[in-house]
């Protein structure tokens, strides 16, 4: 379990340095989406609770990476680049 939240610490440390390209900053998100969704494993386990709700965790997280996805080629389409610095959300 401590694991997974120095999984998550980690990702949230990486994403607070390096804050550069859109895909650094997505990768490092799905890196602490993966720790949350290690410790709800073990959480669940642990409690003998019901497991739906790592679908519905699942299922979300798909989605959210869907999205994430979609954004990063439709910035890459418009400015060329996924440099954060480039985009300027006054103007979307």
Same mark, same amino acid.
């Not at 390209?21 to 997505?26: F, G, R, W, Y």
């Given at each position: 379990?401590?694991?997974? *939240?120095?999984?998550?610490l980690?990702g949230?440390?990486s994403? +607070?340095?390096?804050?550069k390209?859109?895909?650094?900053?997505?990768i490092d998100?799905?890196?602490?989406?993966?720790?949350?969704?290690t &410790?709800?494993v073990?959480l669940?386990?642990?409690?003998?609770l019901?497991? &739906? !709700?790592?679908? *519905? *965790? !699942?299922? *979300?997280r798909? +989605?959210?990476?869907v999205?994430?996805l979609?954004l990063l080629t439709? !910035? !890459?389409?418009y400015?060329?680049?996924?440099?954060?610095s480039?985009?300027n959300?006054s103007k +979307?």
């Open positions: 379990m401590n694991v997974s *939240f120095l999984v998550v980690l949230l440390l994403l +607070c340095l390096q804050r390209q859109l895909i650094v900053a997505l998100l799905e890196g602490m989406s993966l720790g949350l969704f &410790s709800l073990l669940v386990g642990y409690m003998s019901d497991v &739906s !709700i790592r679908l *519905f *965790f !699942i299922t *979300f798909v +989605c959210e990476a999205l994430g979609t439709s !910035i !890459i389409r400015h060329g680049k996924d440099y954060l480039s985009i959300l +979307c």
